[in-house]
């Protein structure tokens, strides 16, 4: 289980920058690719602190790592498909694709 999890997370954060560049508009894209790095940077700081909860209860860190890993996939979910699809290259565009 520990490695399905480290090749899980690997596929995970290179698919983050593929997709994350299909999603948002090219005049933000730099802007959103930094901010969405950022936010998995703030996971990778975060993981010790909760591998050591492990203290206090056996159960602690795989409930939290698994949970918000459910979490993040049912929450992929509700992204939209992008093949075939013209990506948005303004703002508007970007409005216009979600509806």
């Known amino acids: 289980m520990a490695v399905i999890g480290v090749i899980s997370s690997s596929v995970t954060f290179s698919t983050l920058y593929l997709y994350s560049g299909e999603l948002f508009p090219t005049v933000v894209r730099n802007s959103a690719m930094g901010i969405a790095s950022m936010f ?3 996971g990778s700081m975060g993981a010790p602190f909760i591998a ?3 203290i206090y209860a056996e159960y602690y860190p795989p409930l939290i790592f698994g949970g918000l890993s459910m979490c993040g996939a049912l929450l992929f979910l509700l992204l939209p498909e992008t093949i075939g699809k013209q990506l948005p290259d303004t703002i508007e565009d970007g409005e216009k694709y979600f509806k």
Do not use: Q, W
Request: charged share 15%; glycine share 16%; proline share 0%.
């Open 40 to 42: 998995a940077r703030i």
């Open 52 to 54: 050591t909860l492990g």
